[in-house]
């Protein structure tokens, strides 16, 4: 029996893991990390396609005995994941062949020049602080074709494509510039992480609005604890991502769409402004510039000792702490609170997506053995292993089922299940023009310490939006939701 406002381990995997991503229209269907848009591929980029074979056992025509190498991000997901489950599916699908597996949290500093050289590996976890610009690499051809991966028979059941097993949203998110280049493996939540804990033993309630907000910032600086903070060293786009939010929260999604679109004054609109002066003064009132030289660990082992309360991050944050978390410490997620009291979106709102992406590389030694690698992970077994390594869910529908879920994960359930269809979408700004993201995360920090102002932060992040709109070298991508 479960009691009122409590959800059973069923509800929450039919609606984060399908019911989320197939709603009707006017759904914000969103991204983590991913890319989308419409438009055609430079005609200067070679074919990135593999051909498909006739056995469903082996669609791609996978030489069994060709060598594979994966890198991966070693970040809050961790690297087990893919050398204790995907890793093994591939070398049973073909025994003896040897696979290179490297994990680093520096994805480009290790993986660009290899793709200047065209020494590159197979599948590539792109993601962190330090991702590649996939924009760029499509414009290059260094990206392979997954149509042939979504169109490929499922490894449960062949008589299903890949694309059948998968939410829609993974599909949805998967083009550069009208081609299926990133699949997005993972579904995450993105907003204010706190300890429901501390709350409970305080008998403090959520705050709903931004006077609350701020009332709770007093009560909690009595007792020598921060309102918010976010990694200013590595991880700043934690905070970026949060302004953007909030931003479309006060002004509905069409705020971010519009930047997304590269829509002439969208970083100049009210909604923007509103949502950095907000977080600025939150941060000149309660917070503390000394979190500005910290990186995302060191900042998240302070809240996990509760010297702050919320933390601008997404649902990876459990498993990437989940060895240092005390038993005093229990992840919940919480909505932005109401900026205004006429915000397009109520309180409650939440962002909801797909992430963490993978890719595989056109001009490889073995595509076609990245693609299969593709498939085993969008497997019920590369699925299920990735969900017990990491405690987070997979895009494959209903690949959870039976699992034991952590606390922070049923919250964020339960928050997305009372969001409804307020859904805040995700900025696809952050794949489509690494260039204005990196600028983003550079100028959050300088307004968040006080050095510009928010209508100098909007202005300057206008100026490079209107420098990439001018500039024909960029492939320009386009979205309608």
Known sequence: MTHPGEITRRQLLRRIGITAFAAGPGAALLSACATSGAGSEPSA????????????????GVDPKKPLEVVIFGGGYGDAYAKDVHEPLYT???????????????????????FVSGDVPDVVNNSGPEAMDLAALAAEGHLADLSALFDAPSVDDPSRKVRDTVTPAVLDNAKINGKDLVLNYTVSHRALWYNAKLFESKGWSLPKTWAEFTALGETARKEGILLFAYPGQKGPYYQLWNVLYTAAKIGGNQVLIDIDNLVDGA?????????????????A?????????????QTQVKQLQNKLLFYPVGSWIENEMAKDKPLDFEYAIAPIPDVTSSDAMPYGAVQVGVGENFVVAAKGKNPQGGLEYLRLMLSEEGAKGFTRKT?????VNGAAEGLDLPPGLMSAARA????????ITDARFEGWYKELFDHGTEQINVV???RVTPEEFCARMQKKADEIKKDSSVAKQTRSQ
């Open 267 to 283: 970083w100049n609109a009210d909604a923007m402004k509103k949502s950095v002066t907000a977080w600025a003064e939150i941060q």
């Open 285 to 297: 009132k309660y917070g503390d510039k000394a979190y500005f030289g910290l990186d995302h660990t």
């Open 45 to 60: 980029a070679p074919s990135t396609s593999v051909a498909a074979s006739s056995d469903p056992a082996n669609p791609f």
């Open 92 to 114: 049973k699908a073909f025994p003896g062949v040897t696979i290179k597996h490297t994990a680093t949290q520096q994805i480009g500093t290790q993986l660009r020049p290899r």
């Open 391 to 395: 405690q987070n869910l997979t895009v």
């Open 448 to 450: 968040m310490a006080g």
């Open 416 to 423: 997305q299940d009372a969001a409804g269809q307020n859904i």
